[in-house]
Nanobody
Framework: VQLVESGGGLVQPGGSLRLSCAAS????????MNWYRQAPGKERELVAA????????NYADSVKGRFTISRDNAKNTGYLQMNNLKPEDTAVYYC???????????WGQGTQVTVSS
């Protein structure tokens, strides 16, 4: 079982990044996909979630209207499109896949996003 994030980096305020999360070793389409982030000295927070089958999405208030979560089950890949980035979005971003109330709970290694001029 593996989740591998990519797409992080350094971007100026107002810029955009798209994170990817490549899944392997499990049936990705059955899992809720989440993106979390953790800034230095802060707790990990849920940024966005996408449920399987229905495709219903939820977002943290701080990113609503700027971030979009999506998934391509045929490619076993999830995405987080981040627009109008702000310095407070700086954090390590983690991909998470969960099933059955986190009975099955998989995490990626994280990717650094830094928003700075």
């Amino acid at each position: 079982v593996q989740l591998v994030e990519s797409g992080g980096g350094l971007v100026q305020p107002g810029g955009s990044l798209r994170l990817s999360c490549a899944a392997s070793g499990f049936t990705f389409s059955r899992y809720t996909m989440n993106w979390y982030r953790q800034a230095p000295g802060k707790e990990r927070e849920l940024v966005a979630a996408m449920f399987p089958y229905s495709g219903v999405t939820n977002y943290a208030d701080s990113v609503k209207g700027r971030f979009t979560i999506s998934r391509d089950n045929a490619k076993n890949t999830g995405y987080l499109q981040m627009n109008n980035l702000k310095p407070e979005d700086t954090a390590v971003y983690y991909c998470n896949a969960e099933l059955s109330g986190k009975v099955y709970d998989y995490w990626g290694q994280g990717t650094q996003v830094t928003v700075s001029s």
